[in-house]
Structure formats: structure tokens, C-alpha cells
């Protein structure tokens, strides 16, 4: 089993789905612009990863029950090191300020930040990290913000 898709619930969804495709090249796969029911699905090469719902009126809180963070996984160091300059680029807002690594001693690890509604995003790679700090030494760097 896989996960098929990830939907989120968004403010304004041309700003969600402008965010969404500049950082990670989304295409979008389907839309509807129709009011109260604006929805768009973006993907690569066709294949659906992301559902955004215009369907909130309030920015992501971390408490309430839901969703913690999305992660998406890297290929390797040369993409996160491509990600963290979009991000720079991008003037995305950051949780930790560099990469760091998921906890003391592992080689897996990476960027932190959020959306434009303050959805927590992690971009990662499984190994390739040895020497980086975790942001917090005695907790995961993606479970405690």
C-alpha cells in the first residue's frame, strides 16, 4: 500500500496552488474555478499528488486534531541543496532556519517550512546527512516544532 494523494484545505486557492507549483513544479492535473466548490489537483507527469480545497477560513493550527506535517522525499543532497535555494528564493518562511537532520546521529533529515496557511512542510532525504545537528537534541526534528 501507498498514499494516493494528500488533500488540504486552503484559504485562497490561486495563492495555495501558485505556492505549490513554484516550489515543487506541480502540474495542474484538473481544476474548478466554480464558486464554493473551487478544487485544484496538481501532480507530476500526470499522476496525482496533491488536492487543494477552498474550503477554509482560518490558517493551519497545530491544536487541533489533523494533519501534522507534510513531508515529501528527495532523490539526494543535490536537490535538497536545489530546494533550499527555491525556498531562499521564494521568500518562503522557514520553522528552522538550515537543514537539519531527523534526530542525533542519523543521515536522514532536511528543510522545514510552511505554506501560505501555515501548513507545515518538510522536504527530506534518507541519507546523505551525516554531521548535520537535529534542530532539538533530545526530540525529532519533525515531531516537536
Known amino acids: ?13 490561486e495563492i495555495s496552488k501558485k505556492f505549490y507549483i513554484a516550489l515543487f513544479d506541480f502540474e495542474v492535473i484538473a481544476e474548478s474555478k466554480e464558486a464554493g466548490r ?25 491544536s487541533t486534531a489533523g494533519l501534522h506535517h507534510l513531508a515529501f522525499v ?14 531562499e528564493k521564494l521568500n518562503i518562511e522557514k520553522i528552522y532556519e538550515n537543514v537539519v537532520a531527523h534526530s542525533k546521529g542519523a543521515e ?12 507545515r512542510l518538510e522536504v527530506y ?5 551525516k554531521g548535520y545537528k537535529p534542530a532539538k ?4 526534528s519533525c515531531g516537536f516544532f
Open 1 to 13: 500500500m501507498t498514499v494516493g494523494h494528500i488533500g488540504i484545505n486552503v484559504n485562497n486557492l
Open 38 to 62: 473551487k478544487y485544484a489537483f496538481l501532480g507530476n507527469n500526470g499522476e496525482l499528488l496533491l488536492t487543494l480545497w477552498e474550503q477554509s477560513d482560518k490558517k493551519f493550527s497545530d
Open 74 to 87: 528527495l532523490k539526494d543532497m543535490e536537490e535538497l541543496k536545489s530546494f533550499e535555494e527555491k525556498i
Open 108 to 119: 536522514s533529515g532536511g528543510l522545514y517550512f510552511l505554506d501560505p496557511d501555515n501548513t
Open 125 to 129: 532525504v534518507k541519507k546523505g546527512l
Open 137 to 140: 537534541s533530545n526530540a525529532s
